[in-house]
C-alpha cells in the first residue's frame, strides 16, 4: 500500500514482461491495474480508508451508547439484603479507628496504626503511643500526627518509611502523596505552618502570629505537594472575620514573598473552617454561610460562590464531589444533603430524616451509617438499600466496588456484599 501512495506503481515498471494481470480488492469490488490511472487508484484507496473509519466510529459509539445504558442501569439497582463473604475476630479496643487504604484498610488508635489486607492479614504494625492520633491518607503515603504531641509517623504500603519530631505542639497535619508533610504548630507567641520531607527533614516554615496573618484554623495541601491553602482567623476593629491564603512552592512562589499567591478576605464576619484540595489545581473552602471554589494552577482564581442559606452540619470530599450536610429549614425531613461537582454544579439535593455518624462517598453514590444501619443513595435521590444490622457498626468502609464494603461492627470485620 505504501508503493502505491507514493507515486511510483510498481505494477508498471519497465522490465516487467509478465503477461498476468495483478488484482487488487477494494470495497468488494476487484479492479485490475490496466483499468485505472494513478490518481483514481488513490481516490478509491482513500475511499476506502474512510469507509472503514466511518465503520470503526460507528462501532465506538454503539459500544459507548451500550455501555452508558449499562452503567445507568446498574447505577439504579436496588438491594434487599447483603451476605457475609468473609469475618475476622476483632482484637482491639472499641476505641480503635478504621479507614480505607490499598485493597484492605488500615486500623489506628492511640497505641499504633496497622495495615491489613482486604481478607484481615495483617501486613504491618507501627506502635507508638499518642494523646490523640490524627490520620491523613494521599495515595499511598499516610500520616498519623500525634495532635497536642510533637511527633508524626510517615508509612506507605511496605510500613514506616520515616518519622518527624516537630518540637513544637501540633495542632493538624496533612500530607501530600510523596511524602511532604505539612504540620500547623503552636507556641506562646506564634503559630508555624511547616513542611517536611519523607525523611522527616525541616524543608519550609511559614510565620504566623493573631495580630498579623491571624491564626491558622485549616490548612490543606495538593497532591504533588507544590501548593497550599489555609483559612486564618483574625481580628479587624470589632469583627472577627476570615483570610483564605494560597502558598505555592514551586519555582512559580519563589519570587513572591513568603511564597504567598494570592489571598481572598471577601468572606467578612463568616468564618471558614474547612479548605480542601479536591485536586491538585482545584481547592474548595466551606464557610458558616458559603461554599467557594478555587482553581490554581499558579495563581488562585475565585471560580464559583455558592450561597449556604442553612446550618451547616457536616463536610466531605471525595477527589470529584463535595458533600453537605445542612439542617433543613423547610417542612418535611430534619437533614438536606447538598452534593456538588468539582466544578460547583450541583448534582443531587435530598432530604432524610436518620441521623448518621459518618457518611461519604462511594463513587456516584453516598454511602451512611449509624451504630444500628447503613444505608446508600445515588446522585438521584434513589435509596438503593437501609439495611439494619443486630451488631454495633463501628464503621463501613468502601472498597471502590459499589455494593461491596468492608463493615466494622463491635465484635468483627466483616467483607459483606450486597444482593
Known amino acids: 500500500m505504501a508503493d502505491i501512495i507514493s507515486g511510483h506503481s510498481r505494477f508498471n515498471k519497465g522490465g516487467n514482461s509478465s503477461t ?22 488513490q481516490n478509491k484507496i482513500k475511499r476506502h480508508r474512510k469507509n472503514r473509519i466511518i465503520g470503526t466510529v460507528v462501532i465506538l459509539a454503539a459500544v459507548a451508547v451500550m455501555a452508558l445504558v449499562i452503567m ?56 507508638f503511643s499518642m494523646q490523640k492520633p490524627q490520620l491523613k491518607i494521599c495515595g499511598d503515603c499516610v500520616a498519623v500526627g500525634d495532635i497536642n504531641g510533637s511527633t ?3 508509612l506507605d504500603k511496605d510500613g514506616t518509611i520515616g518519622t518527624v519530631d516537630t518540637s513544637l505542639t501540633i495542632s493538624q497535619i496533612e500530607v501530600a502523596q510523596q511524602g511532604v508533610v505539612a504540620a500547623v504548630l503552636e507556641d506562646n507567641e506564634a503559630n508555624y505552618i511547616n513542611l517536611y520531607d519523607r525523611q522527616g527533614e525541616h524543608i519550609y516554615s ?20 507544590t501548593k497550599l ?6 481580628v479587624s476593629g470589632e469583627q472577627i472575620k476570615t483570610n483564605v491564603v494560597f502558598y505555592n512552592f514551586s519555582e512559580v512562589g519563589q519570587n513572591e514573598t513568603e511564597r504567598v499567591v494570592g489571598g481572598f478576605n471577601h468572606y467578612d464576619s463568616t468564618i471558614v473552617g ?6 491538585k489545581n482545584r481547592a474548595i473552602a466551606v464557610g458558616e454561610n458559603v461554599l467557594s471554589i478555587y482553581s490554581i494552577k499558579e495563581y488562585p482564581k475565585l471560580e464559583k460562590e455558592i450561597p449556604i442559606n442553612s446550618s451547616i452540619e457536616r463536610v466531605f470530599f471525595s477527589e470529584d464531589y463535595i458533600g453537605l450536610v445542612l439542617e433543613n429549614t423547610d417542612s418535611g425531613d ?16 435530598t432530604t432524610f430524616n436518620t441521623q448518621y455518624d459518618q457518611i461519604k462517598f462511594d463513587g456516584k453514590s453516598v454511602l ?52
Do not use: C
Open 20 to 41: 498476468e494481470k495483478k488484482v487488487i480488492q477494494l470495497s468488494g469490488e476487484p479492479l485490475q491495474n490496466d483499468d485505472l490511472d494513478e490518481e483514481q487508484l
Open 72 to 127: 445507568k442501569a446498574m447505577d439504579n439497582i436496588t438491594y434487599k439484603e447483603y451476605v457475609v463473604e468473609n469475618s475476622v475476630n476483632r482484637d482491639d479496643s472499641q476505641s480503635s479507628r478504621y479507614v480505607p487504604y490499598g485493597d484492605g484498610y488500615i486500623r489506628y488508635s492511640n497505641d499504633g496504626v496497622s495495615y491489613y489486607g482486604k481478607k484481615g492479614n495483617a501486613i504491618w504494625n507501627q506502635t
Open 152 to 154: 508524626i509517623y510517615l
Open 206 to 225: 511559614v510565620k504566623t502570629t493573631l495580630a498579623g496573618d491571624g491564626y491558622p484554623l485549616d490548612i490543606s495541601i495538593s497532591d504533588d505537594a
Open 229 to 234: 491553602i489555609a483559612s486564618y482567623l483574625y
Open 274 to 279: 474547612d479548605v480542601h484540595f479536591i485536586r
Open 334 to 349: 430534619v437533614y438536606k444533603l447538598l452534593v456538588y461537582s468539582s466544578n460547583g454544579d450541583k448534582v443531587l439535593e
Open 368 to 419: 451512611m451509617s449509624n451504630s444500628t444501619s447503613f444505608a446508600l443513595l445515588n446522585f438521584n435521590g434513589k435509596v438503593l438499600t437501609n439495611q439494619t444490622v443486630e451488631l454495633p457498626i463501628e464503621g463501613i468502609l468502601p472498597t471502590g466496588i459499589r455494593g461491596y464494603y468492608i463493615l466494622v461492627n463491635s465484635k468483627y470485620i466483616q467483607n459483606i456484599r450486597l444482593r
